[in-house]
């Protein structure tokens, strides 16, 4: 059977990797303060596998015997562990669901091509026999874009491209690298590095998603402020139809030839096929790399200086400003401080006391410079500056540090509220700066009306991220305290309260988790009704049989597509 290795089924990241609250003696105050759960009590343990009902595998013995003349018995399966890992993300209803047995429809055979002439074999027999595909990278999708539908009574194929997991070749002279897009990003960035170059996209989920991934989403990476989102940086790409047949992309800086192949591919979520390489832009790697902290008032101070920064000659590579809610959770899971650095702490907070600062409006920033010791010397400069200007305060290297080093670790902390009847999830847009504030406001005041409704106990938290010339991305991350049975129902009226709130106020539904179930719902507000024809009408002409990942992003109502049933307000 093949090495491709995958997360826990039953959460994320790898096994042997949890978050402990062991060594923060502040968190458990913290988290029993904010969602009334009692983290010092035994976690209920996820349960075994072998406590799963998993429905039997429905592929025909021809299907089977031809897919094993593609691509070879060793990367053909239909083990139980195998199909359960394939068929969610990772999203908190698809751990909910998992951990509470419900597998209405799990893929009927997981198969790994080596190569892209592998890939068009499985799709092209796919095709003959009228089965579905789901291309799988690595499973780290939260917004529903992976799971079989329900009802659905073809075979479901699982085409996961973790052997495509190569860079191929560097253009050194025009900074492009063509890459395999089944890729880990520690994988891609290790063999990048080697030759000493840097992509630079490095998003939440960067330990566990891929390159394929990461295109098939529209992802946007931490320091996407520098580097630009995966839309900047992919150049070119191939990808299988579901007819077999291919769509070669050469790596243009630029091209006016009609509507763009290249955006109608971006964000695709599997719909129009399956992605198996790309060429992309590439950095050399800096030769000064640093994360400055630094703290704000208020948030509205953070917002305008992160939009001052945004129009000034300074191109940083992070910039990043959390409300007092998220600023006070970090604090809460900051270890104990000893020697030095506890004077320094305490010093640094009576300091804010005593020069007027609300302690309960403090907001944590964390700005990111790369290149040369002089380029980073003067952006930081021209940066503090405007900080100064918006009455915040530089507080070194340290925290940033620490930042940096946990900054693939928030994942976790899901799991282990999940492990003592919490559910932790998050939602992002993106607006113009006009309305970043406004937006910020009442997406807190409307989850708490919400969830006071339900009889609750939860807590919102969010920061800006990603900025552009003309606005910026808000990542709202909120808890609820819900183990009961209709956990999932109380869930969704939350998460839709939040949704709508974005399209309410003229935001984006989502900025870069893309749209999979869980957010199609909003589509329509979000893109307009002539938006949605448009999309349906290249899904339907390049795949009128929908047999690639349906009932993804758009549904149209057909038989056998699932409409999604998730509430819009």
């Keep these: 059977m093949t090495d491709v290795a995958h997360m826990k089924w039953w959460g994320w990241g790898v096994p042997d990797h949890a978050f402990t609250a062991d060594d923060k003696p502040k968190l458990a105050p913290f988290i029993y303060e904010a969602i009334r759960v009692d983290i010092t009590v035994p976690a209920t343990p996820p349960p075994d596998f072998s406590s799963l009902t998993i429905p039997a595998s429905r592929l025909p013995d021809g299907l089977q015997a031809d897919l094993v003349s593609a691509v ?33 429809r799990v893929p009927d055979v997981v198969v790994y091509p080596g190569d892209e002439d592998d890939v068009v074999a499985i799709v092209r027999v796919a095709a003959e026999h009228g089965a579905v595909v789901i291309p799988f990278g690595g499973g780290s999708n939260i917004v529903g874009a992976l799971e ?9 194929v699982s085409l996961d491209v973790g052997r495509l997991n190569r860079v191929l070749s560097i253009d050194a002279e025009s900074g492009l690298a063509t890459i395999q897009a089944g890729v880990l990003g ?13 992509m630079g996209h490095f998003p939440d989920s960067f330990t566990h998603s891929t390159l394929g991934g990461w295109i098939a989403t529209r992802s946007s990476g931490m320091q996407s402020d520098r580097y630009g989102d995966i839309a900047d940086i992919t150049r070119g790409l191939r990808m299988v139809l579901p007819d077999g047949d291919l769509v070669v992309l050469r790596p243009l800086p630029s091209t006016s030839s009609g509507p763009s192949v290249r955006e109608m591919i971006l964000g695709s979520e599997g719909r129009l096929g399956v992605i198996t390489e790309a060429t992309v832009d ?11 902290a630094y703290f704000f008032p208020s948030y509205a101070a953070g917002i305008e200086a992160m939009r001052e920064i945004s129009e000034s000659d300074a191109a940083p590579t992070v910039t990043r400003v959390s409300d007092a809610y998220e600023t006070a959770f970090s604090m809460a899971t900051g270890k104990k401080s000893r020697g030095v650095s ?7 907070t009576a300091y804010l006391k005593r020069t007027g600062w609300d302690l309960g409006q403090l907001c944590l920033s964390f700005i990111g410079y790369e290149g040369s010791p002089t380029h980073v010397r003067y952006e930081k400069a021209l940066v503090g500056r405007i900080v100064k200007r918006h009455g915040g305060l530089g507080v070194g290297k340290g925290p940033g540090a620490l930042y940096d080093q946990k900054k693939f670790d928030t994942p976790y902390i899901r799991d282990f509220l999940l492990d003592r009847g919490a559910m932790a999830d998050v939602s992002e847009t993106a607006s113009p700066w006009s309305r970043m504030l406004e937006i910020h406001d009442t997406v807190v005041e409307r989850f708490h009306a919400t969830r006071r409704e339900l009889g609750l106990p939860g807590y919102i938290m969010c920061h800006l991220s990603h900025s552009y010339h003309s606005g910026a991305c808000q990542y709202f991350t909120f808890a609820l305290t819900d183990s009961g049975p209709d956990a999932l129902v109380h869930y969704d009226a939350v998460k839709a309260r939040i949704q709508q709130t974005f399209i309410d106020l003229d935001a984006t539904v989502s900025h870069h988790h893309g749209v999979g179930e869980e957010h199609s719902p909003w589509l329509e507000q979000d893109i307009s009704t002539g938006g949605v024809r448009l999309q349906r009408a290249l899904f339907a002409g390049i795949d009128p ?22 509430p819009a307000q």
């Design 72 to 104: 070879g018995s060793q990367n053909t399966t239909t083990d139980d562990l195998e199909r359960v890992v394939h068929t969610y993300g990772k999203g908190v209803r698809d751990l909910v669901r998992i951990r509470g047995n419900v597998l209405p």
């Design 148 to 156: 079989p539908l329900p009802e659905e009574t073809r075979p479901v």
């Design 545 to 566: 049989d929908q047999r690639a990942n349906p009932g993804k992003i758009v549904h149209d109502g057909t038989p056998g597509v699932s409409t999604n049933s998730r």
């Design 342 to 348: 506890k004077w320094v702490t305490k010093g640094l």
């Design 282 to 292: 590439v950095h050399r790697l800096p030769e000064v790399r640093e994360i400055q």
């Design 186 to 198: 520690p994988d891609m960035e290790e063999q990048l590095n080697a030759q000493g170059w840097t």
